[in-house]
């Protein structure tokens, strides 16, 4: 029986003007079965659906008509009845293989309509959820550019070479997905919108040095032509790469570095709303992880962004303008109540709060709706009806795309292909499901209008005159006047100085956006110039800081859009200009200023490491640099805490150094985990360790070791080891000697360290301590440590060991390093000898190091400055520990003296003299540090304290 008899109680249920062309080309597709002897599985299911979905889409009609075979294989193979997994494409298509670029074009594309075909009916049938639908076209598009990079990658290497990573290991391109592929919402006959990046630069071993960048553009060129190109098989999907950095002007392709340096210095504001639903959807996923990491500060601010809603809404009226113009209102994307007012509402909520509900860091829309209804951001019934709106409406785009297979979303004009719309619906004509359509668009603008109309600020500058200063339209003398009610002292310079910050370069780059917001923000900080004792200077400073970050301007709107921020600011910069040399270096830390508990509250050892130890619970064990960023994040953030503490008084001296040293040993000691995990994850562990037991421990000296660091300090380092046996191996994969682990984990804690990013350095590290300084090993076994202080330490490298400290690594070490330090310090030394060889020591430091100003002192270097200080403390404990042993077990100056006073080895006068000398002398460096300035002040500020300290100078060490 033919098989059209089969299906003729379906044709009845087509609408009277649709069935006769439907008849005449199901009759065409049965001739073609016949003709090619097909035999195709039918059910009642299959029968019901197949009428149906020929009506529906005229591409599903024409590619089994012209193919036949296609969908006998689909039908019998189970696939169009089957639900797919998000690994089924990729399986089929490995199964696919291919031998040239000309093949793999042609086979993709009959692999991309078969695919198709499957959705397309699944979808009209009704066989498939919204979900499952979008689910399928975004894996197919993933499978398609993986299975296509995998070619050309292999292809291109074996043409040029391979390039590496500076680990040695082959480098392949990260592939981003943006927009609705990245949320995995691709609809039916979407273009796939991409991003390409790579890690390092390079160049191949060829003969034309190739660099990376030429190699991975051509793989780039070449997969777009394979997805894009139209041949006589079609395309497999029409590719965007217009979102990239720069957009059409920029490489198509670009390393981590130059895309970090842009999206933190030069991308615009929509690129934000575009990284919404940025994934990677190809390449190295591993080195991936990194990019993506970078991208969430970019995307998600930590303060309440509500600049956010008067940019969605400026770019909705643009788009809506643009549709007006072309008479393209009935556009179910981006017309009135369309799809992209229901996304916009769920962005700006991401955008406005996602920095501090990291749950709405997310990338599907309707899990967006569904968290910002429980969080009662969105009323629920609007809620509700916005999911179901969504619903609606892309499944209405679905099914006007895969009538022709063509990228539109614009409501058919012809009645007949009006009719087919409605019908795939299930509406019995055209105007019932536009009454319906209508109705949901009513709804879904109706929220829309009104969650943006949140914003209306006024943005003008008004009459006042600190807005009148700010836009120079009245002459010079009167603006002076202007300038003169705001507290200025110094009229005509700070008028000259607010002219040539509006005439910078900086300021004269910004963006309309960026300039609205100077606008809205210089008045009031104008304005507030009153509060403080000294304006002029507060003025000029926070002007130098603003030009530095003007580029990003994010941070001025965080100002202009926080008052009590901007007034911290004001505060702080009045008190300091370190302050504005800081934020201008790490403007990331802008945020900071919001909250003015924690901004004044450094945090003890104890909750530095709780909060580090989450911090990098995020990071995974080999993502160097990822933790490097991370760690440099933590430092900055804690020391600008400590820093507004002790601007503001909040905090004394004798903390201010405490804190800034629990800093550093909270990020030496989680440095000295995390290197730890990665090179036992890489090598095993050496002999008789764990992951507590580690044998290895770094040893802090100077101003770490006497908890006395600043705000600049470098730390001084000395890393020791033990083990049984240096020659034995670890037991993992790779194994290596103990002497080579160790080796390696001193030199990953010291890269780590002191390696210089975008995002800065964490510490400088001097490592000139250790046994035989520059020229001896980096890591140093705890015997041999021993015997070298024991039998070839100088002096100078004893009175380095007083201030030696136990800072991170092994408890079982920290002893052993404990009973040396104490065995070295306390064995007798000639009281005469010693004095002469410290004495010496000091006195062509002071040649070499102080100033040589009249009327200056050093702090540090000048006669009975803190050096002077920390030598006779240096000296006696190494002169009396024999007699008492207790002398060795603090590091610090000040219970050091303490100790010797106690001892008796030094009168309660004497010791009261050099403790607050040396406490005065670091309070004035501290100060003079967080003005900008060097640790030189007037002699005659410290003339009785200095020539007191240099008394006792003669009295202990002449």
Not at 58 to 70: D, G, I, M, Q
Not at 220 to 225: D, G, M
Not at 621 to 634: A, N, P, S, T
Not at 853 to 859: G, P, S
């Amino acid at each position: 029986m033919s098989f059209i008899k089969n299906i003729e109680p379906e044709f009845a249920a087509l609408p009277d003007e649709l069935r006769a062309t439907v008849i005449a080309s199901l009759t065409k597709w049965d001739e073609r079965l016949v003709e090619l002897k097909l035999n195709i599985s039918q059910t009642p299911e299959f029968n019901a659906a197949l009428v149906k979905v020929w009506c529906s889409s005229l591409f599903v009609a024409e590619s089994c008509t012209r193919k036949p075979e296609l969908l006998v294989d689909l039908v019998n193979s189970g696939d169009l009845s089957s639900i797919y997994n998000q690994n089924s494409y990729a399986e089929n298509l490995t199964g696919t293989p291919v031998d040239s670029q000309a093949e793999l074009m042609t086979k993709l594309r009959d692999f991309r309509r078969r695919e198709m075909v499957r959705i397309a009916w699944r979808d009209l049938a009704g066989w498939a959820e919204l979900s499952e639908t979008l689910a399928d076209l975004s894996h197919l598009a993933d499978a398609c550019i993986q299975y296509v990079l995998d070619f050309l990658y292999r292809e291109a290497c074996e043409l040029r070479g391979t390039p590496l990573l500076s680990d040695g290991s082959p480098q392949q391109i990260v592939v981003l997905g943006m927009g609705k592929l990245g949320a995995y919402e691709l609809n039916y006959s979407s273009d796939i919108d991409l991003i390409f990046a790579y890690a390092e630069d390079g160049a191949l071993q060829d003969r034309k040095e190739t660099t990376y960048g030429e190699f991975f553009t051509k793989l780039c060129r070449n997969l777009i032509k394979v997805l894009d190109e139209i041949t006589v098989d079609g395309f497999v999907f029409r590719t965007d790469i217009r979102l990239r950095p720069y957009g059409d002007s920029g490489p198509i392709i670009m390393t981590f570095d130059g895309m970090e340096n842009y999206y933190q210095t030069q991308a615009r504001e929509w690129e934000r709303y575009a990284m919404i639903k940025v994934r990677q959807v190809a390449g190295d996923f591993k080195i991936g992880a990194q990019l993506m990491a970078m991208f969430k500060p970019f995307v998600y601010r930590r303060y309440l962004d509500y600049g956010a809603f008067e940019e969605l809404r400026s770019l909705k009226a643009q788009i809506t303008q643009e549709l007006r113009r072309k008479d393209r209102m009935e556009n179910i994307k981006l017309g009135p109540g369309g799809i992209r007012e229901i996304e916009f509402i769920g962005q700006a909520f991401q955008l406005i709060r996602g920095g501090n509900d990291k749950a709405l860091q997310i990338r599907p829309i309707l899990d967006v709706l569904q968290l910002l209804k429980g969080r009662k951001l969105l009323a629920e019934e609007d809620a509700d009806q916005l999911m179901q709106s969504y619903c609606f409406l892309r499944r209405v785009e679905n099914h006007i795309q895969q009538y022709q297979d063509q990228q539109t979303h614009d409501l058919p004009k012809a009645p007949a292909v009006q009719q087919i719309l409605a019908y795939s619906l299930d509406y019995p004509d055209w105007a019932s499901f536009k009454q319906d359509l209508d109705k949901v668009r009513t709804q879904v603008h109706g929220v829309f209008d009104q969650v943006f109309s949140l914003s209306k600020q006024d943005s003008s500058a008004g009459a006042s005159r600190a807005g009148r200063i700010w836009v120079c339209v009245a002459d010079d003398s009167e603006l002076q006047g202007y300038l003169k009610e705001c507290g200025i002292q110094d009229t005509a310079s700070i008028l000259a100085a607010i002219k040539d910050f509006k005439n910078s370069i900086a300021i004269k780059r910004l963006t309309a956006k960026g300039a609205g917001v100077l606008d809205r923000l210089m008045p009031q900080l104008i304005d507030a110039m009153q509060q403080v004792d000294n304006p002029d200077e507060t003025l000029m400073r926070i002007l130098g800081l603003f030009e530095a970050v003007a580029g990003r301007n994010v941070y001025l709107s965080l100002l202009s859009e926080n008052p009590g921020a901007l007034l911290q600011l004001i505060k702080l910069s009045s008190a300091s200009s370190w302050i504005c040399d800081y934020l201008s270096v790490y403007p990331v830390l802008f945020d900071e200023l919001l909250d003015t508990r924690s901004l004044y509250e450094p945090l003890k050892k104890a909750d530095l490491d709780e909060q580090l130890k989450v911090l990098l619970a995020q990071v995974e064990v080999q993502d160097l640099e990822q933790l490097m960023i991370v760690l440099r994040q933590f430092k900055q953030l804690n020391v600008l805490r400590v820093a507004a503490a002790d601007i503001m008084g909040v905090i004394p001296l004798m903390v201010v150094s405490d804190y800034l040293t629990y800093i550093a040993e909270s990020i030496v000691g989680h440095v000295v985990e995390r290197t730890w995990l990665m090179l036992t994850d890489k090598h095993g562990l050496p002999p008789d360790t764990d992951n507590t037991s580690i044998g290895f421990a770094v040893i802090g000296f100077g101003k770490l070791g006497g908890i006395e660091l600043g705000y600049g300090s470098d730390l001084d380092l000395v890393f020791l080891y033990d083990c049984k046996d240096g020659n034995a191996m670890t037991n993992g994969d790779k194994p290596i000697s103990c002497s080579q682990f160790y080796g390696r984990l001193g030199l990953k804690v010291r890269h780590i360290l002191d390696t210089k990013m975008l995002s800065g350095v964490l510490y400088e590290v001097d490592m000139r301590l250790r046994p035989n300084g520059d020229s001896g090993l980096l890591v140093s076994h705890i015997n041999a440590y021993e015997d070298y202080l024991k039998n070839q330490a100088w002096t100078w490298e004893l009175q380095a060991l007083v201030r030696g400290r136990f800072i991170a690594g092994d408890p079982q070490l920290k002893a052993q390093y404990e009973a040396i330090r104490s065995r070295i310090l306390s064995l007798s030394r000639d009281t005469e000898s010693l004095k002469k060889e410290v004495r010496e020591m000091r006195e062509k430091m002071r040649d070499a190091l102080a100033t040589k100003d009249k009327d200056k002192f050093d702090l540090k270097q000048s006669k009975g400055g803190i050096a002077d200080i920390e030598f006779i403390v240096q000296f006696s404990v190494l002169d009396q520990a024999a007699l008492n042993v207790a002398l060795t077990t603090y590091t610090d100056n000040v219970r050091l003296l303490e100790g010797l006073q106690q001892q008796g080895f030094m009168s309660k006068t004497d010791e009261q003299i050099l403790k607050n000398a040396y406490c005065t002398y670091r309070d004035f460096g501290h100060k003079q540090v967080l003005q900008g300035d060097k640790a030189v002040i007037a002699e005659a500020d410290v003339a009785k304290m200095s020539a007191e300290v240099e008394q006792i100078w003669h009295e202990y060490m002449e």
